[in-house]
């Protein structure tokens, strides 16, 4: 049985949410973050990176959102919440599972940024370059929801999966929120009621405690 290593308020809920949407067994570790907001050291070795989340496979510990999900979709799932490489939408699947990184790395620079004194030139430079392209991903995923139910097409799939928590969680560190972007705020009310979503989320969503 798949064990999720979970760590506290992070996005090792979406593992949690891609096994509730499967309808497979797993087991959840939880582990709180340290004082520093980083993975505790037991967490740190679990896995050369850890950066969470992390799953254990019998011998094999994986790390990495992408890699795990694909695992277990295609190990497990049968291929189901991926697209097949001979479907029409396979290329946007492929993309929108990738725009993730970009949409993370930049909105993880914005929050750190809130903090940094506006009054140095660096950190202006480095805040007008992800203001800049946080506009631009919004605007797209925007354009992309007016046309398209979900992100790689008419039905959900990994890559709404895998974006999800750019939307839900990262306003709760202090990210950009979603309102003023209607086809984008839709969406997300309409994957949010998903069972498995709101099954997931109550076991490790940013609101779960830890189990006793
Ligand atoms: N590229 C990784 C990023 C994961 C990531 O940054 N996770 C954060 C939690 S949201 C984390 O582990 N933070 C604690 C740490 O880095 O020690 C993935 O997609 O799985």
Redesign the pocket.
């Known amino acids: 049985m798949i064990t999720i290593y979970h760590?506290g308020?992070?996005?090792?809920d979406r593992i949690v949410w891609l096994m509730e949407e499967l309808g497979l067994p797993y087991q959840l570790e939880w582990f709180d973050?340290a004082e520093s907001?980083?993975?505790p050291p037991e967490?740190?070795a679990l896995h050369p990176v850890?950066?969470?989340?992390v799953i254990r496979d019998g011998d094999l510990v994986l790390?990495?959102?992408?890699a795990?999900i694909e695992y277990i979709i295609n190990r497990y799932g049968d291929g189901r919440f991926g697209v097949d490489k001979n479907q029409p939408n396979y290329p946007d699947y492929l993309y929108w599972m990738s725009f993730?990184?970009s949409l993370?790395a930049n909105l993880?620079l914005r929050m750190f940024l809130r903090n940094a004194s506006p009054d140095d030139p660096a950190v202006q430079r480095a805040d007008g370059f992800s203001k800049e392209r946080e506009e631009r991903m919004f605007n797209h995923l925007e354009q992309r929801l007016g046309e398209s139910e979900y992100l790689a097409g008419p039905a959900f799939t990994a890559a709404d999966l895998?974006n999800f928590?750019a939307f839900t969680s990262l306003p709760l560190f202090g990210g950009p929120t979603v309102d003023h972007l209607p086809n984008v705020s839709a969406y997300v009310k309409r994957v949010s009621q998903r069972p498995a979503y709101i099954k997931a989320m109550a076991i490790a969503g940013p609101e779960a405690k830890r189990p006793v």
């Open positions: 760590l308020v992070s996005q090792s973050r907001g980083l993975a967490y740190k850890a950066t969470a989340p790390c990495e959102s992408q795990i993730r990184d993370s993880m895998i928590f």
